[in-house]
């Protein structure tokens, strides 16, 4: 899809309130369905976590047990805010 078909907001984290995140969202389509889905980048930094080489290679083992542990803690996060069911999911690309 090409840059033009989408439309761009800033919006309120709903992890906090005080930061602006970047959402970006694809123009509706009339096969699109009645919902749709705005990603977003949130980056932040986990302070008791030891950082190892191992972790920058995505699909490693240690990345993806990372992945998995941020998952389920983020998805337990957000089903406690306004965002509640419509929370689908989260995806880790990168770690340094």
Do not use: W
């Not at 919902?35 to 190892?52: E, M, P």
């Amino acid at each position: 899809m090409d840059q033009g078909c989408k439309r761009e907001r800033k919006a309120p984290c709903p992890l906090h309130p005080g930061l602006l995140i970047r959402i970006s969202t694809p123009a509706p389509s009339p096969e699109s369905t009645a919902f749709s889905l705005d990603t977003f980048t949130l980056n932040f930094t986990i302070t008791n976590l030891r950082y190892t080489t191992g972790m920058s290679q995505m699909g490693s083992s240690k990345f993806n047990s990372v992945d998995n542990a941020l998952e389920r803690l983020l998805g337990s996060l957000f089903a406690k805010t306004t965002l509640g069911s419509q929370y689908v999911g989260c995806k880790l690309i990168l770690l340094r």
